[in-house]
């Protein structure tokens, strides 16, 4: 994970989103600082498990 952090990837986890798909651009609220707020989706999980649904997804900032 840090080497996809270094070169401008970013992890994350929501609740279950089916339209999250790779290949799109999302605007993520929440993020602080100078991070850019758009990223584009390269990969994406749903999961249903007892806890419930949710998605996980790697993505890039749209700066680089």
């Known amino acids: 994970t840090r080497n996809r952090r270094r070169c401008?990837?970013?992890p994350g986890r929501c609740a279950g989103l089916p339209?999250?798909?790779p290949g799109?651009?999302?605007r993520l609220n929440?993020?602080?600082g100078?991070?850019?707020s758009s990223?584009?989706?390269t990969q994406v999980r749903h999961v249903f498990s007892e806890n419930?649904?949710?998605t996980t997804f790697d993505a890039?900032?749209?700066s680089l």
């Open 19 to 21: 339209e999250l798909a």
């Open 39 to 41: 990223v584009y989706i």
């Open 24 to 26: 799109r651009w999302v």
């Open 34 to 36: 100078r991070m850019p």
């Open 60 to 62: 890039r900032f749209s």
């Open 8 to 10: 401008g990837g970013v």
């Open 30 to 32: 929440g993020l602080t």
């Open 52 to 54: 419930g649904f949710f």
